[in-house]
T-cell receptor, first 112, second 113 residues
Framework: QQQVKQSPQSLIVQKGGISIINCAYENTAFDYFPWYQQFPGKGPALLIAIRPDVSEKKEGRFTISFNKSAKQFSLHIMDSQPGDSATYFCAARDNYGQNFVFGPGTRLSVLP | DVKVTQSSRYLVKRTGEKVFLECVQDMDHENMFWYRQDPGLGLRLIYFSYDVKMKEKGDIPEGYSVSREKKERFSLILESASTNQTSMYLC????????????FGPGTRLTVL
């Protein structure tokens, strides 16, 4: 129940296209859903996050869509750029343990 | 800016060796974490600490121990390294000002031969 599933494992998108990464969870106690971005040789860094009381959050070209009833959330990257090439992790935190559970990651490659 | 430093970027050890991975933060943050990152498995929590001399097991503590004698330093110890502990190890901190974000160090790539 602590697991967060993420797909696809890898994604190749042309420059200017839309990148979509999907995550799903089972634990209804999760109350905070961040996305982390990791470039090669670096640690992950917080990109954008959402709480389950809203269905969408947008920051620049990055949007999280959240479907509470389906227990799914997704990251959309509009106008994808080669500089967006990185590994993306979705995560979830429950309101009891306060620790994060991470998805397995998606390696995004944006072709110039 | 929050700064998390890990002692080594790359480390090669032999099976059975005792291995120390060091993580240092530059502020007075209480919460520190050790994760390992493996392809297809994401980040998995090994141990975490909420304060000096305090430690809690994460999801995969077997084969590891930790030490936190000073607030700024959190060490991960592999008592007897094994090949299945070859991985990327990430240290993270969480600030009391923003409980929702973890700040990660650059990672240590450990290879156990």
């Amino acid at each position: 129940q602590q697991q967060v599933k993420q797909s696809p494992q890898s994604l190749i998108v042309q420059k200017g296209g839309i990148s979509i990464i999907n995550c799903a969870y089972e634990n209804t106690a999760f109350d905070y859903f961040p996305w982390y971005q990791q470039f090669p040789g670096k640690g992950p860094a917080l990109l954008i996050a959402i709480r389950p009381d809203v269905s969408e959050k947008k920051e620049g070209r990055f949007t999280i869509s959240f479907n509470k009833s389906a227990k799914q959330f997704s990251l959309h990257i509009m106008d994808s750029q080669p500089g967006d090439s990185a590994t993306y992790f979705c995560a979830a935190r429950d309101n009891y343990g306060q620790n994060f559970v991470f998805g397995p990651g998606t390696r995004l490659s944006v072709l110039p | 800016d929050v700064k998390v430093t890990q002692s080594s970027r790359y480390l090669v050890k032999r099976t059975g060796e005792k291995v120390f991975l060091e993580c240092v933060q530059d502020m007075d943050h209480e919460n520190m974490f050790w994760y390992r990152q493996d392809p297809g498995l994401g980040l998995r929590l090994i141990y975490f600490s909420y304060d000096v001399k305090m430690k809690e097991k994460g999801d995969i503590p077997e084969g590891y121990s930790v030490s936190r004698e000073k607030k700024e330093r959190f060490s991960l110890i592999l008592e007897s390294a094994s090949t299945n502990q070859t991985s990327m190890y990430l240290c993270a901190i969480r600030t009391s000002e923003n409980y929702n974000e973890q700040f990660f160090g650059p990672g240590t790539r450990l290879t156990v031969l």
